[in-house]
């Protein structure tokens, strides 16, 4: 291991240049007059995790070329004069994660060029001078989640094109000046929970357009002031599936998910049996009656609000069965009314 820490009067690494491996961590952090990392150049192996911290007058990581591969994560922390990611032109691979977090003048990510896969999560927060993700143009899989967060000017997802598949998730998250996803259009599967929410000048989501049958547990789209288009391929058959998801807060066209389903070309109902159940009074107010078909059996009938959450289950089994639903706020909801492989869905508004 190799830990520099705290020395006030450190500007550089010079007379470490006969240095080829460390079989532990490099840790270099809060030396505040430390402008390179030259002398660091020899190094080719590094046996644990980089964290590089809180060094003020740091420009960039020339002295890193070395590297082409870390075997834990790169932490790069609150290094005020940070604008670039130079010196790391040859790390093809980090096996854990890659966090970047409060570097306030960083601009790009040029010299992460060949880096080409993130073991764990990728994390670019409070770097409030970047506008884009060009440097990262060759990573190509993220083996946790991609959390993009807080960045006051990025506005495009651009350099990210080769990215194929996110299993871990993705949130973004207080990016006001992000208007597309655009730079996302090879994303062909992401697993976990997508969490969108206060990217005030984000308008679409249709550079996630292209996510598999298979993509998602669920969704949280809110309060993106000026979003208004959210009806993607994955997100409408979460919708149709009245899945785990919720869209609140966003501009017209996005802000229930009946409006979202309204603009889907997926339909609503999943199956439609030629007898219906009937629901009145609807509006409601404190008394709803089911009014089953003749032949209905046993149906189980379930109310969902609009982000999703369940608000009432129970089992149908007479002819006609009133149930009290005083306690549900004033809205919309679905009632969907299942009856071994068919379903109903009926709109009902409550008073």
């Not at 000017?153 to 000046?177: C, H, Q, V, Y």
């Not at 009245?242 to 997926?266: F, L, W």
Request: glycine share 12%; with cysteine; net charge neutral.
């Amino acid at each position: 291991t190799l830990r520099i820490f705290d020395l006030s009067t450190l500007t550089s690494l010079a007379g470490l240049g006969s240095l080829h491996s460390v079989g532990g961590e490099l840790l270099v952090w809060a030396n505040q007059k430390m402008k390179s990392l030259a002398g660091l150049e020899n190094l080719t192996f590094l046996g644990s995790m980089i964290e590089i911290g809180q060094n003020n007058s740091l420009a960039s990581l020339n002295g890193l070329e070395g590297l082409t591969t870390v075997n834990k994560y790169i932490r790069i922390i609150g290094n005020n004069s940070l604008v670039a990611t130079g010196g790391l032109d040859h790390m093809a691979s980090v096996k854990d994660s890659l966090m970047i977090v409060s570097n306030p003048r960083l601009k790009d990510f040029h010299g992460l060029d060949q880096l080409g896969s993130i073991g764990g999560k990728l994390v670019i927060t409070g770097c409030d001078s970047l506008k884009s993700f060009t440097g990262l143009d060759h990573l190509a899989s993220i083996g946790g989640v991609l959390n993009i967060g807080n960045n006051g000017r990025l506005s495009s997802m651009t350099g990210l094109s080769n990215l194929a598949e996110l299993p871990g998730g993705l949130i973004i998250t207080g990016n006001n000046r992000l208007v597309t996803l655009e730079g996302l259009t090879s994303l062909t599967y992401m697993g976990g929970l997508l969490a969108i929410a206060h990217n005030d000048s984000l308008t679409s989501l249709m550079g996630l357009n292209n996510l598999s049958a298979d993509s998602l547990t669920g969704f949280d789209i809110e309060h993106n002031k000026s979003l208004a288009v959210c009806n993607t391929q994955r997100i409408c058959h979460i919708l149709k599936a009245q899945g785990n998801g919720t869209i609140i807060g966003n501009t017209t066209g996005c802000n229930t998910r009946m409006e979202v389903v309204s603009t889907c070309n997926v339909p609503v109902e999943e199956h439609k049996a030629e007898a219906e159940c009937r629901l009145y009074p609807n509006p409601a107010t404190s008394w709803l009656t089911i009014a089953l078909p003749p032949d209905g059996g046993r149906v189980s009938l379930s109310i969902v609000g609009l982000t999703g959450v369940r608000q009432l289950e129970q089992a149908v089994n007479e002819k006609f069965t009133t149930i009290d639903i005083s306690s549900l706020r004033a809205g919309v909801y679905i009632c969907r009314l299942q009856t071994g492989r068919t379903m109903q869905t009926i709109k009902l508004v409550k008073w």
